[in-house]
């Protein structure tokens, strides 16, 4: 079950080392509760700060001291339930009954504390300890909500604490919480009778020791959890047997409606706990920001607000100011007109082995093309993206884009939940293939992978191609047109052949906010972080093998090899160079039709064959390493060669096309 | 005032050739009978039908009998469907023995539990009963999936029908518990509600397996 508990960084690095004499404290609760901003208000580390239901999939660690006591942090993906449904929450669970934490804060939201209380009941009988942090209480009291702390405190049994963490409210009562906290306190619940006496009977079938309550643990098993049953399979050994058919006896006779029962039992404590600490006023009329969010919501507004957002978003931000202005300005002042001469002129005088001075500053040098084109390509287009994509998710928009697309995503196999990585590809696509995991099935994530790999071009790609395309009038409508032909296409043919479970959507919609400026910057930061650190590193060795690949003749060799092929889709000789280049970074391969354009070496109709073909054509290197990371060698190949097949296939076809009706001609 | 099966049977087609085909008898053949027959004997007696040659007519003081024959039939067959999920020839041959049972009372009782249905499997009117026009009196309207619900109105939640325990799962960690209040804002392109002060979007595939007790 440990294998599962994968603890992602946003950047690599050793695992921290845990000492004993460090105490854990665990950050748990619904996703949009505010954990992560409470978690680097505790730790004083930034991390990315969500407001998207399951973009937290990393776990952050940190560090704070309290009162000489050092606390070990650990921000949990956002969970609904102690029984999980999805892989994040399993391994939010699986994190909090294995580790042994000295202390739990559980955030809720204060608004919905009757709906989040139940899970405050779960973890109260798993056995932890636990202390409740009711956050958004601004919000709440904003919209006429009255809480009895001290009375809800003693209802409870445990600490309880009031808190709006993004106004810094409660957060002295928090860190007092944390000292003062005493494990020995601990409250109890009991449901009805007739479901206690069931939960007690498969407890005392258990005999070995667990981190869990053997209560709570009981209950777990009779709602089928399955990792938990494995895991008890193990500890038990023969006893196994008994435990599973007391679980199996109690489970065919509550088959009717035992999920219903035990929720509905805790609704029950839950409504006795709040009665009494808790009141509302009458409803509000509806804010500025309630009806704008009915307005993103309804498909005859929300389309052209989509547009509205892709247009100032991604055309004007990304497009012009980021691929336009400071590319320019970057690449053809400081580097053009600076720091390549100077570079070039020192390796004139210093390095005088040739393939020393070639793997510098040479055509694929080190300098010349690796870091010219991290720096001052990349960068900013990439830099601007992830800050549109931070205020876009900061705003709470998302969710509200994906239900309005689910239609259509189910019709390709996938649900509204997979629009945040299909957009964030549009970003990078290593990126968003990481983030795939959110999406419940793994026929989702086939699929979602697939088509990122395929058809969803990275802003680095997308930036010099866009650049490319508008030298030919035309040329850019039908790239466009082809690709999200393509993207239907195979989405609509993969859902059909792609075994696995339909998928369902549902989704909770946070309000609208403002972006915080804030916040979209530590998420624009933490992202550039991630990509500079696994994306650079590759811009360096993709320029060392290009140098060793053009000094050893293989570069030749694999380009007179693809030859053929590009002459088999109406491409000059020279095109095979790009292709080439463009499975060490996608981008490099549309630079190198950049170049061959503007020799005037193609005309409009090869032009969009090659850009169709080449954004297409197998991802990039990191792409996909990564994909072989997350779904296999097996699934990680079979897109490989899919996508190569197709990309020729589509280019072949494409070519044919535009010849035959002289489209573009 | 109860007639045997077999003068239900013979009630029953003779009101579907009347009421529904226009004709105004029936001959013996359709409804497979001939003049020595104890079931159609039966209804001559009660003056239900006259028997003029070889045609049956079904007399005024016979239509209210012919009328629940028709509507407990029809019954039958939606319970079979809805309920018990028998579909077919197999759910006919069963409506049809189940149909006799459904006297004093258990019609009504059957019609509320499956709110009030007006037609059959097969598209057929089922002729309302007492019953239905005292819901439609009341205003009642019973308890419905959230997928019949229109934008902007709002109920409690009466049940969640569904037999796979993941989707129950996700609706229940979303608060769509029986008891809670529910505020529908949206139905297209996804069902958008409100429980307590959160706001959730579900597919319709999860939206019919919320059921809704309406309220005014």
Redesign the interface.
């Known amino acids: 079950m440990c294998e599962s508990v994968q603890v992602m960084k946003c950047c690599p690095e050793t695992p921290v080392e845990i000492s004993w004499s460090e105490r854990k404290l665990f950050l748990v609760g619904n996703p949009n509760v505010g954990k992560s901003v409470l978690f680097n208000a505790l730790t004083g580390a930034y991390t990315t700060v969500s407001n998207y239901p399951g973009t937290s999939v990393e776990i952050s660690r940190g560090e704070c001291e309290l009162h000489g006591v050092r606390y070990e942090v650990l921000d949990t993906p956002g969970m609904?339930?102690l029984?999980p449904?999805t892989e994040e929450e399993r391994v939010a669970r699986d994190i909090l009954l294995q580790e042994r934490p000295d202390v739990v804060l559980h955030v809720i939201?204060a608004?919905?504390i009757?709906?989040m209380l139940p899970m405050t009941l779960q973890l109260i009988e798993s056995g932890l300890p636990l202390i409740l942090v009711i956050n958004i209480m601004d919000e709440a009291e904003r919209?006429g909500l009255k809480f009895d702390l001290p009375l809800l405190e003693e209802k409870l049994g445990i600490p309880v604490v009031g808190a709006a963490v993004r106004r810094k409210r409660g957060l002295k009562e928090i860190r007092a919480a944390i000292v003062g906290f005493d494990p020995q306190q601990r409250a109890a619940f009991s449901y009805a009778a007739d479901l206690e006496r069931d939960i007690s009977r498969v407890a005392s079938c258990l005999t070995g020791a667990y981190a869990i309550d053997p209560r709570a643990l009981s209950l777990l098993l009779l709602q089928?959890d399955e990792s938990l049953s494995e895991m008890v399979r193990k500890v038990e050994g023969d006893n196994y047997a008994a435990v599973e058919g007391a679980v199996n006896e109690i489970v065919f006779e509550r088959r009717v409606d035992l999920?219903?029962r035990i929720?509905?039992e805790r609704?029950r404590i839950c409504k006795g706990v709040l009665e009494g600490a808790f009141s509302q006023s009458e409803e509000q009329s509806p804010s500025w920001g309630d009806r704008l969010?009915?307005l993103t919501?309804?498909?005859w507004t929300g389309f052209p607000l989509l547009l509205a957002v892709l247009y100032f978003g991604l055309y004007q931000f990304v497009g012009h100011f980021g691929a336009g202005t400071i590319v320019d300005f970057l690449e053809g002042h400081l580097f053009g007109a600076y720091i390549n001469p100077w570079v070039i002129a020192l390796s004139d005088k210093y390095l005088t082995w040739p393939w020393l001075y070639e793997l510098m500053v040479g055509e694929y040098g080190i300098i010349t093309l690796g870091v010219r084109y991290a720096v001052a390509i990349v960068l900013p287009i990439v830099g601007t993206f992830f800050i549109a994509f931070s205020m876009i998710e900061d705003s709470g928009y998302f969710?509200r884009l994906?239900?309005?697309?689910?239609?259509i995503f189910?019709r390709i196999g996938l649900?509204?939940r997979a629009v945040i990585p299909i957009v964030l590809g549009f970003g990078c696509d290593t990126m968003a293939t990481i983030v795939t995991r959110t999406l419940e099935t793994r026929r989702e994530r086939v699929i979602a992978t697939l088509l990122l790999a395929l058809a969803i071009p990275c802003s680095a790609q997308l930036g010099v191609i866009l650049g490319l395309l508008s030298a030919a009038p035309g040329a850019l409508l039908v790239w466009s047109l082809c690709l999200l032909g393509i993207f239907l296409l195979i989405g609509f043919l993969s859902a059909r052949l792609v075994p696995g479970e339909?998928p369902?959507?549902?989704?909770?919609?946070?309000?609208l906010r403002m972006p915080q400026p804030r916040n979209v910057l530590v998420k624009t930061l933490t992202r550039m972080q991630w990509y500079f650190m696994e994306i650079f590193p590759l811009f360096i060795i993709a320029s060392v093998l290009l140098v060793v690949g053009k000094l050893t003749g293989v570069l030749a060799w694999l380009v007179s090899l693809l030859e053929p092929v590009m002459h088999l889709l109406g491409l000059p000789s020279e095109v095979a160079a790009a292709f080439i280049f463009g499975f060490f970074r996608r981008d490099f391969g549309a630079a190198g039709l950049y170049d061959l354009q503007t020799n005037g070496l193609l005309n409009p109709v090869q032009l969009t064959v090659a850009a169709v073909t080449l954004t297409l054509f197998v991802p990039c290197v990191a792409q996909f390493l990564v994909m072989k990371k997350e779904r296999g060698w097996r699934t990680s190949v079979g897109i490989f060669v899919i996508v190569t097949l197709l990309a020729f296939t589509v280019g072949f076809g494409l070519n044919r096309l535009l010849l035959l009706t002289g489209i573009l001609a | 005032m109860n007639v045997s099966e077999k003068a239900e049977e013979i009630l029953e087609a003779l009101w579907i050739v009347i009421e529904e085909e226009g004709d105004n008898a029936a001959h013996f053949e359709r409804l497979s009978v001939d003049a020595t027959d104890a079931g159609l004997q039966e209804l001559q007696r009660l003056a239900y039908v006259e028997v003029k040659g070889e045609r049956v007519y079904l007399r005024p003081e016979g239509r209210e009998e012919a009328r629940m024959t028709v509507r407990r039939h029809r019954l039958a067959e939606r319970l079979m469907m809805d309920v018990l999920d028998l579909k077919g020839a197999e759910g006919d041959a069963r409506a049809c023995e189940m149909e006799h049972l459904l006297h004093r009372g258990v019609d009504t009782k059957l019609c509320t539990l499956l709110n009030h249905p007006t037609t059959c499997p097969h598209g057929k009117p089922i002729p309302p009963g007492s019953c239905c026009e005292e819901a439609r009196h009341a205003g009642d309207t019973g308890v419905v999936a959230l997928t019949e619900l229109k934008a902007g109105e709002s109920g409690e939640i009466a049940?969640?029908s569904t037999g796979n325990?993941?989707?129950?799962?996700?609706?229940?960690?979303?608060?769509v518990?029986?008891?809670n209040r529910i505020v529908l804002?949206?139905t297209?392109?996804?069902y958008?509600f409100k429980?307590?002060?959160?706001?959730?979007?579900?597919?319709d595939?999860?939206a019919r397996e919320i059921f809704i007790r309406r309220r005014e």
């Open positions: 609904y339930s029984l449904i939201d608004r919905n009757e709906r919209l089928r999920h219903l929720s509905l609704k969010s009915a919501m309804n498909p969710p994906a239900m309005l697309v689910d239609r189910k649900n509204g339909r369902m959507f549902y989704m909770e919609i946070p309000p | 049940y969640l325990d993941k989707k129950m799962q996700k609706l229940m960690s979303m608060g518990l029986p008891g804002s949206r297209f392109p996804s958008i429980v307590g002060f959160s706001e959730f979007a579900v597919d595939e999860l």
